[in-house]
């Protein structure tokens, strides 16, 4: 009779050779069936079929004789779980680093990843699902004119943009929560049709209200998108190949960067204003068929473990009570409103509000009190917490979320204002500034795809970590030192260097949490960075935007006493020529530009403060994770 499909270390332990193969001693249960599985000479070569005796250090051969023979006679129920519980919770999660692994092409639920034809066109669904809601966030900003006009409503401009961000944000935890406990398939699928439905309401929106609500809509279904489908793609693709297929997907980003302006000013110029919305009706369709159809959902871990249960009997239903307990609806309650505080500050201060306003005091001060209240709840929860800590104070989790929270923050923060640079200080037009920051947008897409080319043949994430973190700080302390006269040449390569930075070590985090968490933490471990990347986006644009204008009135105070700043603000990137005299043209341009760099070298030390993730992330190999998952 075989083993039951729990105790897969059993039926392993009954090939155990007899005892004088073996050297003299071993150290543990688990330690002698990592040794089997890790056959690999030290030069590198591929191990024999055939089974043969290793070296292992521990307590004598008499100990692996009594293994062996009682590998032979099934052991009692009690003691099948007791075995397998050790080597659950002692093992380590990570096999030695310079060990190839031969890939199994099973999944860790036992079932068959996809392959072929199957598996790209998975991919591209998902690619698909991640440019749509990467292209949401940039694609209305050349919109918004003529919104503005149709409405009437220039006073919400501001709403159009944080009300996505907000619903985003505030969710992007809880999905870690539905991915790990409900169906990954199903809960990706309302994902998207909730975004769809955000959507269809902006397209028809009558009114500045109904289209504030559709962006809401849609940033809650866009919550769920990013981190599902990196959950999918860790059920489709081997831990060993997965990088590069995660290169393809996250440089979706830098596609929509680059797409997304100019998408909008041509739907908007051409068609109208509502196809930037209507365009992610018939593209998400197709991922909401391709998922439904091909992607085969993974049993849960509870399931799973009841299925391989001695007696065969399925556990008691669990009470909605529970079931409700372990979405941490105290936590959910008190990160939420903390998250709407945050961001409605940052929103308000310095535009609507002063930042010394009681308005905007007080948010800081409940999103203050809320998340330490929220952070004692998460210790206090335990693992029914949203973020629980034992994943969270996992070293490669938070030195990863850190550093996606660093370079994330950089690189939009450089995004956003490059192209008000080109306009304001090179008198570029719309357009041509978007043509104009194509160097490194492009850098970012290329070098995703070449790094995760590259981590999927070497194995190791980390070193293009740290090239990222030198790239991008030197990029964007480059970029910094811009000014009026600088050189087509000159700001075409500190492009090009940055994004490149950008590129090799934006994705690489998302890959280490995949590395080294149990395929069961991996939704959690994946939204607790794909979180702090988009928060990372939304405090530093914030940011720049108050380093911006108040460096810019401050320079504007000391070269011209007289001048009406408020004037100069008032008339923007694009009206400075039309708002001053010939003789102030060149000296305020010198002064928009300062201000502006001033952003770009707040980017540089934020890049600069990311070698603090990058260092501290574990080095493991991405080669070493399929037989581990089938041991555990």
């Not at 159009?160 to 809880?174: D, E, F, K």
């Not at 000159?490 to 890959?511: F, T």
């Amino acid at each position: 009779m075989s083993a039951p499909p729990k105790l897969p270390l059993l039926s392993f332990l009954g090939d155990v050779p007899s005892a004088p193969t073996l050297a003299p001693s071993t150290p543990s249960i688990m330690s002698a069936s990592e040794k089997d599985f890790d056959t690999t000479p030290a030069d590198g070569a591929m191990p024999s079929t055939e089974k043969e005796s290793e070296p292992a250090g521990g307590t004598g051969a008499r100990e692996v004789e009594d293994i062996s023979s009682s590998a032979e006679k099934p052991a009692p129920a009690q003691d099948d779980v007791s075995i397998t519980t050790t080597t659950t919770a002692s093992a380590p999660r990570t096999r030695r680093p310079d060990t190839p692994v031969p890939q199994t092409g099973m999944r860790e639920d036992g079932t068959s990843y996809p392959a072929g034809i199957k598996l790209a066109v998975l991919s591209i669904a998902l690619s698909l699902a991640v440019f749509l809601m990467a292209l949401d966030n940039v694609i209305i900003t050349t919109a918004i004119p003529r919104i503005t006009d149709e409405f009437r409503s220039l006073e919400d401009v501001g709403w159009y943009g944080s009300a996505y961000l907000l619903t985003t944000a505030a969710l992007q935890l809880l999905f870690g929560k539905f991915y790990t406990f409900f169906s990954v398939k199903w809960i990706y699928l309302i994902a998207i049709g909730v975004f769809e439905l955000g959507s269809l309401i902006c397209g028809v929106a009558r009114n500045s209200l109904t289209l504030i609500l559709g962006r809401a809509i849609a940033g809650l279904g866009s919550a769920g998108l990013f981190s599902g489908s990196l959950v999918i793609l860790a059920h489709s693709v081997p831990m060993a190949t997965r990088p590069l297929f995660t290169g393809l997907i996250g440089s979706m980003y830098g596609i929509a960067s680059v797409a997304g302006p100019l998408l909008g000013g041509v739907f908007t110029d051409k068609v109208t204003w509502r196809w930037c919305f209507f365009i992610n009706l018939p593209i998400g369709a197709v991922t909401i068929a391709v998922i439904a159809l091909w992607f085969e959902d993974p049993r849960r871990p509870r399931a799973a473990a009841a299925a391989a249960d001695d007696d065969g009997q399925e556990p008691e239903p669990e009470t909605w009570r529970q079931r409700l307990m372990q979405f941490d609806p105290l936590g959910t309650l008190l990160f939420t409103p903390s998250i709407a505080c945050l961001l409605l500050a940052l929103q308000w201060g310095g535009t609507e509000h002063a930042w010394g306003s009681a308005v905007v005091v007080a948010l800081l001060v409940v999103f203050g009190v809320l998340i330490t209240v929220w952070v004692y709840v998460q210790y206090r929860q335990g693992d029914r917490a949203t973020v629980p800590p034992r994943i969270i104070g996992q070293r490669t989790v938070w030195s990863g979320s850190l550093y996606s929270f660093c370079i994330s923050g950089a690189f939009l923060a450089v995004i956003y204002f490059i192209p008000i640079w080109f306009q304001s200080v090179k008198g570029a037009t719309a357009v041509e500034s978007g043509i104009m920051n194509l160097p490194m947008l492009l850098a970012v897409v290329v070098m995703s795809v070449v790094a995760g080319a590259a981590v999927t043949f070497w194995g190791y994430y980390s070193p293009f970590m740290l090239l990222g973190t030198l790239l991008t700080s030197v990029g964007f302390g480059l970029i910094s030192t811009w000014g009026p006269d600088t050189d087509r040449p000159v700001w075409i390569g500190y492009q090009v260097l940055a994004g490149a930075g950008v590129g090799l070590g934006m994705q690489q985090p998302l890959m280490a949490v995949q590395a080294v968490l149990p395929i069961e933490d991996v939704p959690t471990g994946t939204s607790v960075v794909v979180f702090l990347q988009t928060l990372g986006g939304a405090l530093f644009v914030s940011i720049g935007h108050n380093v911006f204008t108040n460096r810019l009135v401050e320079n504007l105070s000391v070269l011209f006493p007289g001048v009406d700043v408020a004037a100069v603000l008032k008339s923007g990137a694009t009206g400075l020529a039309n708002s001053l005299t010939p003789e102030m043209v060149p000296v305020v341009l010198a002064a928009y530009s300062a201000a502006l760099t001033k952003v770009f070298l707040v980017a540089a030390a934020l890049s600069a403060l990311s070698i603090i993730g990058s260092a501290f992330v574990e080095w493991e190999s991405v080669k070493g994770k399929d037989v581990e998952m089938a041991m555990a």
